[in-house]
């Protein structure tokens, strides 16, 4: 078992508590919070990168890595590789003392940098422990990253944003040795899906046009369908990442038909597959979708407006 020279206070947790958001909103489909009783801060990391179901295929990126804690301990019990950044050089320095002891430096590194010049491009894991501000202004970033990148903070929030799971844990050590109560957020990069989609399917012998049109707030999403001349609200919509689903019943050659699909978003293009279930017609078939440039870029637009 390694461990760290440094208390956690190093980074200002006593400030940071001051203003810790508690009661967060969960967005929909997310778990009831979690609480462990008397956790001490290597737990606390461990329970982010769990929350995170951080892995050996995971690039973790974390933002003002202080002693280099996450990383080193994503490295060494989850195998993951990744990089930490803090504007502080004692602090590097001290990581990268910590990846040696931990024995790990062949799968981190540690770079003294401002978190917002650096290029997040290739995490599929970012954790951070920052500040209120930092967060909202480091959002429109996020929100840029690939759709599925996995998202961790330390105590705060991304106001409207709203987490897709949130754990909270009493720490002893927080605050000196006073104890206190720490929050993880949790958030899935949602890929850009609001606009106007269309395709086709061929049901009981009849090519039929469907048009969807779909709202979008990060990864909460809402639409309509019509197909021929019936329309219906979507139900059941959710976007993980770059997985979207949705069902719907509408009427289909004269009789009630069951939607059901599911599929994967890149860019303009979902491709999927669509169960149906009706009185005439059932079975499952390919769904490829496509939106039209103009309304993807105006959804590309409107999401990172609403996250400036
Ligand atoms: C609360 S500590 C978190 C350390 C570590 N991530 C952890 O969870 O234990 C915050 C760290 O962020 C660093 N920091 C703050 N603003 C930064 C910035 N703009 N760029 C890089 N590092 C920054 C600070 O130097 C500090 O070490």
Request: neutral net charge; glycine residues 10%.
């Amino acid at each position: 078992m390694f461990s760290f020279n440094l208390p956690n206070r190093f980074c200002g947790h006593a400030m940071l508590g001051a203003a810790m958001v508690l009661g967060a909103a969960i967005a929909a489909g997310a778990a009831e919070p979690d609480r462990a009783v008397r956790a001490d801060t290597a737990e606390v990391v461990e329970r982010m990168l769990e929350i995170a179901k951080v892995g050996p295929q995971d690039y973790l990126i974390d933002l003002g890595s202080g002693d280099g804690r996450i990383v080193v301990t994503a490295a060494k019990k989850f195998g993951a590789r990744g990089f930490g950044v803090d504007l502080n050089p004692v602090r590097i320095k001290e990581s990268v003392e910590n990846a040696a002891k931990a024995g790990v430096s062949d799968r981190v590194a540690f770079h003294q940098r401002n978190l917002f010049e650096t290029d997040l491009s290739d995490a599929t894991v970012i954790t951070m422990y920052l500040l209120p501000r930092v967060n909202l202004d480091l959002r429109p970033k996020l929100l840029d990253l690939k759709p599925g990148t996995r998202v961790v903070s330390h105590d705060f929030s991304m106001d409207d944003w709203k987490p897709d799971a949130f754990a909270e844990m009493e720490v002893k050590e927080k605050y000196g040795s006073a104890g206190g109560d720490s929050s993880i957020y949790f958030w899935i990069v949602p890929a850009r899906v609001a606009g106007s989609w269309q395709w086709r399917l061929t049901i009981g012998g009849k090519p039929l046009a469907y048009a969807v049109s779909l709202e979008q707030k990060f990864q909460m999403i809402s639409g309509s369908v019509r197909v021929g001349a019936s329309s219906a609200t979507l139900q059941d919509a959710r976007l993980q990442g770059d997985q979207i689903s949705f069902r719907f019943s509408a009427e289909v050659n004269g009789a009630p038909l069951e939607h059901r699909f599911s599929g994967r978003v890149t860019g303009n293009t979902i491709e999927g597959t669509v169960n149906i279930a009706g009185s005439r017609s059932q079975g499952q078939f390919e769904w490829n979708a496509t939106r039209s440039a103009k309304a993807g870029q105006s959804a590309a637009a409107a999401l990172v407006a609403s996250a400036r």
